[in-house]
């Protein structure tokens, strides 16, 4: 079975500054998929950014980028020039492909990003 | 592009009682997901349906929880009877292919 474990319950960091969340996984699957999800406190899920498995190239979205580890089962989210907007719960998802969507999420960890 | 509706935002129960959830996804996203997210955890997949059929139900409490998806677009999902432990934040999503899921805002379920 998989298992997604996210180390840092609670993190903070300032305005403008750079913040890494942290996240393992454990797999045996060949082919899958890793997610970043941000909930802020509406509740509303929003998808942050994607890896594919396969792909060796970090995702970048903005300011938002990945550092994919395969080898080590390690994928960090990295949020440079943090925005107060920011501020929310951030999980970490896998799926294996060929799954039709069964996302694994860990358990999240809430930023806060301070003024 | 309207989002994934759903309602009610709240709802508080006493244990024993029935409730009801529902769900409309967005337009043309044949796939859609009930998630369960009690308070301190992520979210854990309970349903989904692949247009009105279901595509995998295993972590879905079937003694008390069901669900249905009519005619392949909105779904409901129902509780009876309810438990303490039931308690959580239902959540929906929908999706055009399986690596896209959109959520909706979800129910918080309190149940006293």
């Known amino acids: 079975a998989q298992t997604v474990t996210q180390s840092q319950p609670e993190m903070s960091v300032q305005e403008a500054e750079t913040v890494t969340l942290s996240c393992t996984y454990d797999?045996?699957?060949?082919?899958?998929?890793l997610f970043w999800y941000k909930q802020p406190p509406s509740r509303q899920m929003i998808l942050v950014i994607r890896q594919e498995a396969y792909k060796q190239q970090n995702a970048t979205e903005n300011r938002f980028s990945v550092n994919f580890q395969k080898a080590a089962k390690s994928f960090s989210l990295k949020i440079s020039d943090s925005q107060l907007g920011d501020t929310a719960m951030y999980f970490c998802?896998?799926?294996?492909?060929?799954?039709?969507?069964?996302?694994?999420f860990g358990k999240g960890t809430k930023l806060s990003v301070k003024p | 592009e309207a989002g994934v509706a759903q309602s009610p935002r709240y709802k508080i129960i006493e244990k024993r009682q029935s409730v009801a959830f529902w769900c409309n996804p967005i337009s043309g996203h044949a796939t859609l997901y009930w998630y369960q997210q009690i308070l301190g955890q992520g979210p854990k997949l309970l349903i989904q349906?692949?247009?009105?059929?279901?595509?995998?139900d295993s972590q879905l409490p079937k003694d008390r929880f069901s669900a249905e998806r009519l005619k392949g677009v909105d779904s409901t999902l129902k509780i009876q009877p309810a438990k303490l432990e039931d308690s959580a934040v239902y959540l929906c999503?929908?999706?055009?292919?399986?690596?896209?899921?959109?959520f909706g805002p979800g129910t918080r379920l309190t149940v006293t």
């Open positions: 349906f692949q247009n009105n059929g279901v595509v995998d």
């Open positions: 797999t045996s699957e060949s082919n899958y998929y």
């Open positions: 998802a896998f799926m294996k492909g060929g799954s039709q969507g069964n996302l694994i």
């Open positions: 999503a929908s999706s055009p292919s399986w690596t896209e899921q959109y």
